[in-house]
């Protein structure tokens, strides 16, 4: 089945440690992409990759870094810099560039709580 | 900037009637307007989208959506609720000039009761 997975679907960890949220794709998309989710918020973008080996900041990035050296991976580090990480964190991938119609395919998520 | 607002945080209805999700979107060109909807503690899943073709778009389980430029609305419609609607809804727009990054609305929870 074609799809997008996020493990592990819960996790738990101590304030201070980095802990890395994991993503994978095999649709073939060359976009991929990280959003937080807060309550009442909606989604908030943290970084995007439009292509291997490159990724941008987006909304709210400080905290948060990630790799993209495969096309099928783009995984997500949260780090002892983010204030705040309980959240629930969404992976999504799409077709990139013009006349893509840019519609983006999730994942189930990661309920990542910091205790 | 874009921008969408959605202009309900809950909305409650009786199942069997129809549904009114409201939508209003800020752009100076003309966006990619897209609603999802999502289960509790699942991932988002694509209801609709509308990328300058027909005005009036349907999408999945019954739902449809009107893009109205003059009102700068997208609201999202479904003539009878089924219990299995219950979920929360994004109204999302695309950027201008990026058309990879995508701007949420802060979401309505829809309740269904019986």
């Known amino acids: 089945d074609g799809g997008i997975t996020q493990s592990p679907k819960y996790l738990f960890r101590k304030e201070g440690q980095n802990v890395t949220l994991s993503c994978e794709q095999n649709?073939?998309?060359?976009?991929m992409y990280w959003y937080r989710q807060d309550p009442g918020q909606g989604l908030r973008l943290i970084y995007y990759?439009?292509?291997?080996?490159?990724?941008q900041k987006g909304d709210i990035a400080e905290g948060y870094s990630v790799s993209r050296e495969k096309k099928e991976s783009f995984p997500l580090t949260v780090t002892s810099a983010q204030k705040n990480p309980t959240a629930f964190y969404l992976c999504?991938?799409?077709?990139?560039?013009?006349?893509?119609?840019?519609?983006?395919?999730f994942g189930p998520g990661t309920r990542l709580t910091v205790l | 900037a874009q921008s969408v607002t959605q202009l309900d945080s809950h909305v409650s209805v009786s199942e069997g009637t129809p549904v009114l999700l409201r939508c209003n979107y800020s752009s100076s060109y003309s966006p990619s307007l897209f609603w999802y909807v999502q289960h509790p503690n699942k991932g988002l899943q694509l209801l609709l989208k509308?990328?300058?073709?027909?005005?009036l778009v349907k999408g999945i389980n019954g739902f449809e959506a009107e893009f109205k430029k003059s009102e700068t609305s997208f609201h999202l419609t479904k003539p009878s609720a089924h219990m299995s609607d219950a979920a929360e809804y994004f109204c999302v727009v695309s950027e201008e000039g990026n058309t990879d990054k995508l701007i949420f609305g802060t979401g309505t929870r829809l309740q269904v009761f019986p």
């Open positions: 990759s439009q292509i291997v080996n490159d990724f």
């Open positions: 649709l073939n998309h060359d976009a």
């Open positions: 509308y990328t300058s073709a027909a005005t």
């Open positions: 999504a991938s799409s077709i990139s560039g013009l006349g893509a119609n840019n519609e983006q395919f």
